[in-house]
């Protein structure tokens, strides 16, 4: 285990579940300084009585990444406590399942961006001087969604293409500062953003559309942004079909078209 993260201050939004959750067990080992936030409070200290219990000094802000002041709180809460700030990681998120030519509630669409996207937009804001002083990380959590279309993720998919177009833009802007940009675009992973995804009508879908044991578990997924984060990495693609895809799409974009398609009828 590679000790390149002990006592560094590491902030890690969505830490209570899924990948940000399997991040900061795979991280706890190396000794770091963890600022975990997520909306439920009470699931929040549980897991940061699990990381500490495994080498790291955590702190817990309850945090709901809509409320931009929650996000400046969150940076602000984070520097007063271990004085200063060493990685950030945009991890939060939420999902959408549906056709658009179904949906009957396009507010979700500005929910998506406004969680997935702009809260992205004002920690990194918030963290950046902070993140200068000490020649630190920003890590974005993506999709392969932002790379390539993906059918019935449309509000998805449009917020994950804005993350990597925000960050890609971002990591020119800093070349020289000393602070690097991290893009992580994971394939699908056993989470609960699936059963809580949003559906066609507003409401949360209630039940994965995924076959979870087909798919990437979060453990191994936090290894890897673990390693790519570890390499500072400017753009990390988790899958196979993933990479192979850049390529394919410039030649033969239909045949992309038809894979995206077929890995969501199989959720797989």
């Known amino acids: 285990m590679t000790a390149g993260f002990a006592g560094k201050v590491v902030v890690v939004t969505g830490a209570s579940q899924g990948i940000g959750l399997a991040l900061v067990r795979a991280l706890s080992p190396q000794r770091p300084k ?3 936030a997520a909306r439920d409070a009470q699931r929040l200290e549980q897991v940061a009585a699990e990381c500490r219990a495994l080498g790291a000094q955590a702190l817990a802000v309850p945090t709901d990444v809509g409320s931009f002041e929650d996000c400046r709180g969150l940076v602000d809460r984070a520097v007063a406590h271990f004085g200063g700030l060493d990685v950030l990681v945009n991890n ?7 056709r658009f030519d179904e ?3 396009l507010e ?3 929910r998506l961006m406004r969680v997935n996207y702009l809260s992205c937009v004002h920690l990194t804001h ?3 001087p902070h993140l200068k002083e000490r020649r ?7 999709s392969l969604a932002g790379l390539t279309g993906v059918p019935t993720r449309t509000a998805y998919a449009a917020s994950k293409h804005a993350v990597i177009g925000f960050f890609d833009s971002l990591r020119v802007e800093l070349i020289g500062s000393g602070v690097d940009v991290t893009i992580v675009a994971p394939d699908f992973v056993v ?4 059963k809580r995804a949003i559906g066609k009508h507003g409401k949360p879908i209630g039940a994965t559309p995924m076959q979870e044991s087909r798919i990437m578990s979060a453990e191994r997924c936090a290894e890897l942004i673990v390693d790519a984060m570890s390499k500072r990495r400017r753009l990390a693609i988790l899958s196979a079909r993933g990479r192979l895809g850049r390529f394919v799409r410039l030649l033969a974009p239909g045949v992309i078209d038809r894979i995206a398609l077929e890995a969501v009828r199989q959720g797989r």
């Open 108 to 110: 979700c669409y500005e």
């Open 103 to 105: 949906v009957d509630d």
């Open 34 to 36: 963890l600022v975990l």
């Open 92 to 98: 939060a998120g939420i999902g959408m399942i549906a």
């Open 191 to 194: 989470s609960e953003i699936h």
């Open 126 to 128: 918030r963290a950046l």
């Open 136 to 142: 630190g990380l920003v890590v974005a959590v993506a």
